[in-house]
């Protein structure tokens, strides 16, 4: 009878002790944060002038601070990277900028880039806006040391970066940022990072031209 | 204290020396009370275990203890939260894991002649911890807490012979207890729950 008594407590406990909601349900959806600088939107007092923005055609950047392998683009869903441009720039012109090249003197340069592994900041915050460098000139890329929250992560990150006004702030800010993860245990990468770009201009209103 | 500390023991002298006892584990079904905007609806993810011994010579009070958990959980659908510079939007998991240890003294009540159903009734003192914790994608956000436990509760005990220790038990118990989590907005927790399970009773 007591060894019914250690089985059946056994079962008990294996059935009820911690359970954790399944992968398949947590990650069949991203999260999307958006950061807006405050001093640029919704009653900023640097008022939202921007109206053109460049875009890289077919690569997004990657970062990783242990893997070298680029997974996104070797990976079987290799079409993410244009996919993702695609749906930036149909939102960019949902919102009224126009797209010009990076020769163009553009208002805004749109970074796109995944990170892998770099410990990201995923809660509501003012992102860390100002860095030395920007992707898409001059052949190099610096991206900003962002302050961590989570760790072995990896996210897509879309930015806008201020071109407009570099020169007077002798810096480039970041002026806007979404973070979407996380983008390496997704259900489905691609479908995934569309839905999530999409998501980030749907709650970012204030991105519209003036 | 010492008065208190000498209680006690004379009290544990009593349960150890006690002819009659029973332990017992039990499925726990639980549906919270409260704090329903964190948690709701019922739960099967529960379990209890315990030891009981009488502690008079007609067996009818006994002091016990009992050992419980449970698992409440919700989903939030998609939702966008707007904040001070910026927006999150996700679906996420609400999961309160509950741990309770408390010591019970109850009344059981004579039913026929036969000896082989105890109703009984009674209340449970002890402990709660509880940990909150919020699932979305890979993140988590958690928080632990302790609180103080009462429990009133009222069963009935039922041997499957009389003249051996395998039985069943059935139980109805309310849990309030003081838990309070400051990151999730929850003051204090409840929950009446359900519970069936086995004992081995020991009667000499």
């Known amino acids: ?210 | 204290m010492r008065y208190l500390i000498f209680t006690i023991a004379l009290l544990g002298a009593q349960v150890l020396y006690a002819q009659n006892n029973y332990f017992y584990i039990a499925l726990d079904v639980n549906t919270p009370l409260g704090n329903k905007d964190f948690v709701d609806g019922t739960s099967a993810r529960g379990g209890r275990i315990g030891y009981r011994a009488f502690v008079t010579e007609d067996s009818r009070v006994s002091i016990g203890v009992d050992a419980s958990w449970t698992t409440f959980d919700t989903y939030k659908p998609t939702e966008t939260f707007e904040a001070p510079g910026g927006a999150i939007t996700t679906d996420y998991f609400n999961y309160v894991y509950q741990y309770g240890l408390a010591v019970s003294g109850l009344y059981h009540f004579k039913l026929g002649e036969n000896e082989r159903v105890f109703p009984y009734a009674g209340v449970g003192l002890g402990a709660n911890h509880n940990e909150y914790a919020q699932y979305y994608n890979i993140y988590s956000n958690a928080e632990k807490k302790w609180g103080f436990l009462v429990r009133p509760e009222a069963g009935i005990l039922f041997k499957f012979t009389r003249n051996r220790g395998l039985g069943a038990m059935a139980a109805v118990h309310y849990d309030y207890s003081t838990n309070k989590s400051e990151n999730f907005n929850i003051d204090k927790f409840s929950s009446v729950g359900f519970q069936i399970g086995l004992i081995v009773m020991n009667r000499y």
Not at chain 1, 49 to 66: E, Q
Not at chain 1, 172 to 189: H, K, S
Request: proline letters at 4%; charged letters at 15%; a negative charge.
């Open chain 1, 1 to 210: 009878m007591r060894h019914l008594l250690v089985c059946a407590t056994v079962l008990v406990a294996i059935w009820s002790c911690r359970p954790e909601p399944d992968d398949y349900d947590l990650l069949d959806q991203m999260v999307v944060s958006t950061n807006y600088d405050t001093t640029v939107y919704i009653g900023g007092n640097r008022v939202n002038t921007y109206k053109t923005y460049a875009l890289p055609t077919d690569t997004i950047g990657y970062v990783s601070n242990t893997d070298r392998n680029d997974t996104i683009r070797t990976s079987p869903q290799y079409d993410l990277p244009r996919k993702v441009l695609q749906a930036v720039e149909t939102n960019m012109s949902s919102l009224g900028y126009t797209r010009v090249g990076f020769d163009a003197t553009p208002d805004i340069g749109v970074n796109v880039y995944a990170v892998k592994d770099l410990n990201l900041f995923q809660q509501v915050v003012y992102p860390n806006y100002y860095y030395s460098g920007y992707y898409g000139y001059g052949g190099y890329y610096y991206y900003p040391y962002v302050q961590t929250y989570a760790y072995n992560t990896g996210s897509l990150v879309v930015e806008f970066v201020d071109l407009k006004n570099a020169a007077a702030n002798k810096k480039y800010v970041v002026i806007w940022n979404a973070y979407m993860g996380d983008l390496f245990n997704a259900v489905n990468q691609l479908d995934q990072s569309i839905e999530a770009v999409n998501q980030a201009f749907d709650q970012s209103p204030y991105l519209k031209v003036q």
